[in-house]
């Protein structure tokens, strides 16, 4: 799912319909951006500069852009399985997280590793 | 002559048409009104700006030409020992110069009267499009924002005359100007607090030359006072006091406890000068973000 806000991260919250090539995080209609490759998410879509016109592109591009430049790590409310190399707080003393939707459980397993952007 | 000040301010929608009479604006509205609202207000404001800036250029060089064609015109008189036709030709292409000058000063002085002070486009709209997926869209946000001149009459502080040293005069005057204070709701209850305070300062200087001529210089100095404030959702998080303490060694933060929960205050003063009258720089939308950064790095998990 991906990811909004800037402070404090959450999940977008809505209906998932495809998985991004890249990484393959479910993303949602409204966070789908067409690559060359096909259907990837905002934020494996911020490095490429073609793709930056997109609204929710261009918020995951400043998003890490700000991230690296003040070395900020955002307090993040989200479940899902998908970790970036930003996601440091969603460790800090919490347990791992359950899939929340049937679709989740059932489609797609629980990585171990770190999915890095 | 109609001046260009009635036909734009005619093409507005009378709320902006208000903020730029008043100088000021007022209230409180959802993230989508504010944005569209600050949105048209700055183009507004940026073609006044530029078209102030060409019709000063423009009665500065007509002025200058007919200042020089006076001259000109004597020394031709005098050349010409009173011909009446060299008389009318001079005569009339100064009153011509003067006529462009006076029509292009009038110009500038209207367009000035409409023009804006610029911390609201170049700071506060940016750093709420930056913000616009963390601020909640269903709560209201509440804007005060000063358009006025920072250095008119009504801001001035202190006029003080400073040791002269090796100047005959120095006078410092002091200005301080509210330019903008904003609440801001964040999707997850956070409140977010700014207050941002111009204070301009000048310096007057009159002193002798080395050839004896009385001169007078002036400079300026602004100093922008940044005040950000976070009040936290108290049963999500609260303020670590330990990164209070930590961080109070190389910044201002106060931590206090109010009704509605904790709030903590990040202090900054930003300094800029300028020889060419007050310096026209904003606090950038990115220094806003990097306080709130900072502040919100003291937040720890609700035991």
């Known amino acids: 799912m991906a990811k909004t806000g800037l402070l404090f991260l959450r999940d977008c919250g809505s209906m998932m319909i495809n998985n991004c090539v890249a990484c393959g995080r479910p993303v949602c209609r409204n966070h789908a951006i067409d690559s060359d490759q096909g259907i990837v998410c905002p934020e494996c879509a911020a490095p490429k500069k073609n793709l930056r016109e997109e609204p929710a592109v261009r918020n995951s591009a400043h998003r890490q852009d700000y991230y ?20 440091y707080r969603t460790f800090d003393g919490k347990d791992p997280v359950q899939a929340e939707t049937p679709d989740q459980a059932a489609g ?9 952007s | ?37 600050l949105k048209t207000l700055s183009e507004f404001d940026e073609q006044v700006d530029a078209q102030y800036n060409k019709v000063k250029k423009r009665s500065v060089g007509f002025g200058v030409l007919t200042f020089v064609c006076l001259f000109a015109s004597i020394f031709a008189l005098a050349f010409s ?52 997926e963390e601020i909640s869209p269903k709560d209201k946000i509440t804007l005060d924002l000063n358009l006025g001149d920072p ?40 409140l977010l607090l700014l207050d941002l305070v111009k204070n301009p300062v000048s310096y007057d200087r009159y002193y002798r030359s080395s ?87 003291m937040l720890n998990p609700a035991a």
């Open chain 1, 68 to 87: 690296s430049r003040y070395g900020y790590a955002p307090y993040y409310y989200g479940h899902t399985l998908f970790y970036s190399d930003q996601d």
């Open chain 1, 108 to 116: 797609i397993a629980f990585e171990d590793d770190y999915m890095e």
């Open chain 2, 1 to 37: 002559m109609a001046h260009k000040e009635s036909l734009t301010l005619d093409t507005l929608p009378p709320e902006i048409r208000d903020a730029v009479t008043n100088k000021r604006i007022s209230g409180r509205k959802k993230l989508g009104r504010w944005l569209v609202f």
């Open chain 2, 81 to 132: 020992e009173g011909n009446l036709v060299v008389l009318a030709s001079c005569g009339s292409v100064v009153f011509l110069l003067f006529v462009f000058f006076m029509v292009n000063w009038l110009n500038a002085r209207a367009l000035k009267k409409i023009n804006l002070e610029n911390s609201f486009r170049e700071t506060v709209l940016p750093f709420l499009a930056i913000l616009s």
């Open chain 2, 151 to 190: 250095t008119a009459k009504q801001y001035k502080v202190s006029e003080q005359k400073l040791p002269p040293g090796r100047n005959r005069k120095l006078i410092e005057r002091t200005y301080c100007f509210p330019a903008c204070h904003a609440k801001i709701p964040l999707e997850n209850g956070t």
């Open chain 2, 211 to 297: 050839s004896g001529k009385s001169k007078h210089k002036k400079k300026w100095k602004l100093i922008i006072d940044v005040t950000a404030g976070l009040v936290p959702v108290s049963e999500e998080f609260q303020v670590s006091e330990a990164e209070v303490e930590r961080m109070t060694a190389s910044a201002k933060v106060k931590l206090k406890e109010k009704k509605g929960g904790q709030l903590c205050c990040l202090r900054e003063k930003l300094k800029f000068k300028s020889a060419k009258g007050v310096p026209d720089e904003n606090v950038s939308p990115e220094a806003l973000v990097e306080m709130f950064m900072k502040l919100c790095t």
